[in-house]
């Protein structure tokens, strides 16, 4: 059992790691004047900045919520770290040796300190294995095929870090034994499952993406299907939940997009690992993709802590939905959720339903970036959406379209933005404005939208 790390170590870190550093992985921060910076608050739901971090006394400090505290504090409340846990990492991080000390036994349940570590060490192997795999390897040559034929050269899916997992199902697990992993860090880390004869590789001849956190570690992995025996019939597999992999806070192709979509104060939401790749290779470097699940509350909230302006989130967040079914359910979802995010978000939609990357192949890199340019705000795209069940020659039918779009205005909380919708309605539909505004006071919301 570990003991606990020594008070002039702990004091170490507290005196080496600089706060600024350790928070602007999380948030952008400003200059406040007066050496402090401050951000949008990870710990409350903000738009407006209260968060602010003092460098030369190494502590944060938010208005709005009241958190506060020094770099250890940060990272335990932003990662759900135990103490200990956060000195360990912020001593790995700058490199910093600590003691323990013996004598004084902890409490609490038996843990590995030194478990975070260990697995994205074991993670950053196995993306550098994978990749030797898909450039060398015989058991490659798929995923060659399919880089070319995607459009992507040698060198984008060395940027991207691509791989291929073997086909034969333990190559992985000895490669890693043999650097001194054990069971448990390869079945806890979802990197081997454990069979009845022994461990066995949790990815099996498929195309490998790694899943970068915004600091360019590797915690998870995309896997696609590539052979018609794969006894795993889904075509896209994940990383389940790991202790250092969250779906629900992970945004692929982050760790390259941050810095631009911080700078142009936009994002663009696509999403596919190759669309990913496709958008960048054609100059679109601010894209991202959910990694296996829909985006989210929580992604929301990555990206506007990142996009923060000035005073205000300002920027713009455009989804590249497709037009089928279950991007509009998207669109619609994303509709009745954060205003503050709704009223920023863009719907960019390729007219024949192509993905970036298929766009990309048919008309090239131009193509890509004239379908990000091209985009709508989301209250039109959904407006649009209604407006085609109805025939809008017909008198009955207007008056139909009109009492259903002005259900969609009731979701609307900001009412500056109300009157502007109100009067799109009505050109759209083709009738009086005073008609709109009157069915929208006699409408009444079957149930009061969520609040998230
Ligand atoms: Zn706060």
Redesign the pocket.
């Known amino acids: 059992m570990a003991g606990l790390i020594k008070d002039e170590d702990i004091q170490l870190v507290r005196e080496r790691v600089r706060i600024d550093e350790v928070v602007e992985q999380y948030v952008t921060l400003r200059n406040a004047g007066g050496g402090s910076r401050k951000g949008l608050?990870p710990?409350?739901d903000?738009k407006t900045p209260?968060?602010n971090v003092s460098p030369s006394r190494g502590t944060y400090h938010?208005f709005?919520?009241?958190?506060g505290g020094d770099a250890i504090k940060f990272l335990q409340q932003i990662e759900g770290l135990t103490f200990v846990e956060s000195v360990e990492r912020l001593a790995a991080k700058y490199g910093l040796q600590l003691r323990y000390d013996e004598s004084v036994q902890q409490r609490g349940p038996r843990r590995d300190p030194q478990q975070r570590q260990r697995l994205l060490e074991a993670h950053r192997l196995a993306a550098e294995f994978y990749s030797t795999v898909l450039q060398s390897s015989p058991d490659g040559q798929a995923g060659r095929q399919f880089v070319t034929d995607r459009g992507f050269d040698q060198s984008a899916a060395g940027t991207f870090g691509m791989g291929f997992a073997p086909r034969g199902g333990e190559e992985l697990v000895s490669h890693l034994k043999g650097k001194g992993f054990t069971d448990d860090e390869l079945t806890i880390g979802g990197l081997a499952s454990r069979g009845q004869r022994g461990l066995y590789d949790r990815f099996r001849g498929r195309l490998m993406w790694p899943i970068r956190e915004m600091t360019g570690e590797v915690v998870g992995f995309g896997a696609r299907r590539m052979f018609d025996d794969d006894r795993i019939e889904a075509k896209y597999l994940n990383t389940s939940e790991t202790p250092i992999y969250k779906k629900s806070q992970v945004l692929y192709g982050l760790d390259m997009a941050r810095r631009q979509i911080s700078s142009s104060s936009q994002a663009v939401v696509v999403e596919g690992y190759t669309d990913v790749m496709a958008c960048h290779q054609a100059g679109v470097r601010t894209a991202v993709a959910t990694c296996g699940t829909a985006f989210g509350e929580e992604h929301a909230r990555i990206l506007r802590r990142i996009l923060l302006d000035h005073d205000a989130f300002r920027g713009e967040v455009i989804f590249t939905f497709d037009g089928d079914e279950a991007g509009q359910r998207a669109a619609m979802k994303a509709f009745e959720g954060d205003q503050q995010f709704t009223a920023q978000t863009y719907v960019a939609v390729e007219p024949r339903g192509m993905d970036p990357c298929d766009l990309r192949l048919a008309d090239g890199d131009a193509a890509v970036r004239e379908l990000v340019a091209s985009r709508i705000p989301l209250y039109r795209f959904v407006l649009e959406n209604t407006l085609t069940k109805y025939d809008l020659d017909r008198g009955d039918q207007r008056i139909d379209a009109v009492r259903e779009s002005v259900g969609l205005a009731s979701a609307i909380r900001d009412k500056s933005k109300t009157e502007e919708f109100l009067r799109e309605i009505a050109t759209r539909v083709g009738v009086d404005v005073d008609q709109v505004r009157e069915e929208h006071r006699r409408h009444k919301p079957a149930t009061k939208p969520q609040r998230i």
């Not at 709005?64 to 958190?67: I, L, M, Q, S, W």
């Open positions: 608050c710990f409350h903000e209260s968060f938010c709005g919520c009241g958190e």
